[in-house]
């Protein structure tokens, strides 16, 4: 079965610096890949996915993602943040064919200082 | 073109109660999915199904919990006899088909004293 690791459970970073959330996976067959943010108190937004086609994916709120096959990576990253970015990131996989099971990282919080 | 409700958005319950998590998906869409998440974690699937069919049940415990999804109405997951360790959020999200991207409602938090 698909797993997902994410390597940092925290990332803090300073407002309108760059950031880089790590996301590997692990598949034996095709997948989808999905970015997933969760703001204090509220369920899971969708930020962007991968399914097919252009390895470099652009989501919501300046956020982009590139799917690296070799690397089993799907980093999300982000040139310059603000405040209001502060949240938990997910990142999730399901195989191709069998969608029903989306396994999830265990997150990243991002916190944004001034 | 209303999301995914869940309600009641917070539910504190007893141990040895009944809790009842209701989702009402996206309209178009008849596929339903529930994930718990603890806390300082990620999302756990539990239970994927779709109209009047439980497909996939390999991420729910084998006792106390169990889920449906009727012909009409909500979908319902039903825990009996909660436990202080049933304490999380209860996630629920829905895709207009399989394969396709789920979207997720804003969770039950359930508190169990």
């Known amino acids: 079965a698909q797993s997902v690791t994410q390597l940092d459970s925290q990332v803090p970073v300073f407002e309108e610096a760059p950031v880089e959330l790590r996301c590997n996976y692990s598949s034996s067959v095709s997948v989808y890949l999905f970015w997933y943010v969760q703001y204090p108190n509220q369920g899971l937004q969708l930020l962007l996915k991968?399914?097919?086609?252009?390895?470099l994916v652009k989501g919501i709120n300046g956020f982009e993602a590139e799917f690296n096959k070799s690397q089993t990576s799907f980093h999300l990253r982000k040139p310059s943040v603000h405040i209001s970015d502060t949240a938990e990131y997910f990142c999730a996989v399901s195989e191709w064919g069998n969608n029903n099971d989306m396994r999830f990282g265990a997150g990243t919080r991002l916190t944004v200082k001034p | 073109n209303a999301g995914v409700m869940q309600n009641p958005r917070h539910l504190v319950r007893r141990r040895g109660q009944e809790a009842r998590l209701r989702c009402s998906p996206m309209k178009g869409h008849s596929h339903v999915y529930w994930y718990r998440q603890l806390p300082e974690e990620g999302l756990k699937f539990m239970v994927y199904?779709?109209?009047?069919?439980?497909?996939?049940e390999s991420g729910m415990p084998k006792e106390r919990f169990s889920a449906e999804f009727p012909k009409e109405g909500p979908s319902i997951l039903r825990i009996q006899q909660v436990v202080r360790g049933d304490s999380a959020a209860y996630f629920c999200a829905s895709s207009p088909s399989v394969g396709d991207t789920q979207y997720f409602g804003p969770g039950t938090r359930l508190t169990v004293l």
């Open positions: 199904l779709q109209k009047e069919n439980i497909i996939d």
């Open positions: 991968y399914l097919s086609g252009s390895t």
